[in-house]
């Protein structure tokens, strides 16, 4: 049995340094007395703190509060300058890269037109896009502590190579993870993109406290993160949750599946699915989630007056559509039982709370399990966001521990 070792004075001092860190991380702007109460420090010991803080340039003072009984207490905050990190979604035609501070504040933003040619070098694409997005926030690169990039693939972490993504030229080139940290001067992590989505939505969407669940994501591709254990499954070659390659009911057998977007359930529930679908019943649009969207509006508005010809259509395609979905979400339920299923990406929020409530009475129809099926609450890009959250905790994990003795 080991022997436990003692805390020596300076990791209690790191662990109460975290506590105080991570309550004004929480909190926002606090007082001495109030960060003594909330970590269980004495007055005296929670000034030593917060001066020991206020040198290492993690903390900054931030006015002070008013109004209260006894003396004026001066505010403390996060010191967001400590450290800045990137997050940025990749897609076939476009970069886009947000910058955030140590304290979560994103500020700033920058997207790079990458329209889709052979010959690509990736470096220097993802160094401009980097520069923009940093020259916008008035850093230069080599400010960024790290950068997360999310992607429509997954790497390898037997080989290094980017799969799952032939869509995306430039990008398949030996040690991708250490060639882009190098060329840019910048850690570099890269994540699939669905998996980071998860992220944001455990951090504070649908997901907020789940450790067991699925997310499908439809846009014009299709793709599913599994979470389990409040961590991203990502499987041997980094392909878990490559859904849209999977054979579908009803679908064709696709034998070369390595051709993107061609696969069972790319077939019956991407976007050109979708908006084939949608068309089929009479409801048009310039995409899927526009032709969608039209359809479950339609169904909303013949639920609450006298059914018409167009909502018996709507009601028709929106359930089509949940039936495909349903009997793709019925596969993974059965081998992952998770205790729920978020929903996402363009098309699916465009159906809304109609075809969420249709989902998920299929999938309970098909299933013994019946995990609740919800729809994604995170604002915004959600890619962009989930990049971020990684950043940020990786960053933290560093710069709070590593506080002046």
């Known amino acids: 049995m080991p022997v436990p070792v003692p805390g020596t004075p300076s990791l209690l001092r790191a662990i109460n340094d975290r506590a105080a860190l991570e309550a004004l991380l929480a909190r926002g702007p606090l007082t001495r007395p109030q960060i003594s109460d909330l970590t269980g420090l ?14 290492a340039g993690l903390v900054v003072r931030d006015g002070v509060r008013e109004g209260l009984p006894g003396r004026t207490a001066e505010l403390y905050r996060i010191n967001g300058a400590a450290a800045h990190v990137a997050g940025a979604d990749v897609t076939p035609a476009r970069i886009r890269v947000s910058v955030a501070d140590l304290a979560g504040t994103v500020v700033a933003e920058h997207t790079l037109p990458t329209p889709g040619r052979t010959g690509v070098d990736v470096v220097a694409r993802m160094a401009a896009a980097l520069d923009g997005a940093a020259a916008a926030a008035g850093l230069t690169r080599d400010r960024l502590d790290r950068a997360v990039v999310g992607i429509q693939g997954a790497v390898d972490p037997a080989t290094g190579r980017l799969g799952y993504a032939p869509h995306i030229p430039g990008w398949h080139i030996p040690d991708l993870v250490d060639t882009l940290s190098d060329g ?27 450790a067991d669940f699925v997310l499908l994501w439809v846009a014009d591709g299709v793709g599913m993160a599994v979470v389990l254990n409040g961590t991203p499954h990502r499987g041997a070659t ?16 696709m034998r070369d599946v390595r051709r993107t977007h061609t696969g069972g359930v790319h077939s019956v529930t991407g976007g050109a699915a979708v908006l084939k679908l949608m068309r089929e019943h009479g409801f048009r649009g310039r995409d899927a989630a526009t032709a969608l969207a039209r359809a479950a509006a339609d169904v909303q508005t013949a639920g609450r007056r006298t059914a018409t010809d167009a909502g018996a259509r709507a009601e028709r395609a929106l359930t089509e559509l949940a039936t495909r979905l349903g009997a793709t979400l019925a596969t993974v339920v059965a081998v992952i039982d998770p205790a729920l299923v978020v929903l996402t990406g363009d098309v699916l929020r465009a159906g809304g709370e109609p075809l969420r409530a249709r989902v998920e009475q299929h999938l309970h129809s098909l299933t013994i399990p019946r995990p609740a099926v919800r729809l994604s609450t995170v604002q915004g890009n959600p890619v962009l966001a989930g990049a971020l959250q990684q950043a940020l905790r990786e960053t933290r994990d560093e710069v709070f521990t590593t506080t002046v003795p």
Do not use: F
């Open 42 to 55: 004495s007055k005296p010991t929670a000034s030593q703190l917060l001066a020991r803080l206020e040198q």
């Open 184 to 210: 840019l001067g910048v850690r570099v992590a890269i994540e699939n993109d669905v998996n980071l989505a998860a992220l944001a939505e455990r951090a504070g969407g649908r997901a907020e406290g789940a």
């Open 238 to 253: 980094g392909g878990a949750g490559e859904i849209g390659y999977m054979p579908a009911v009803g679908a064709p057998l």
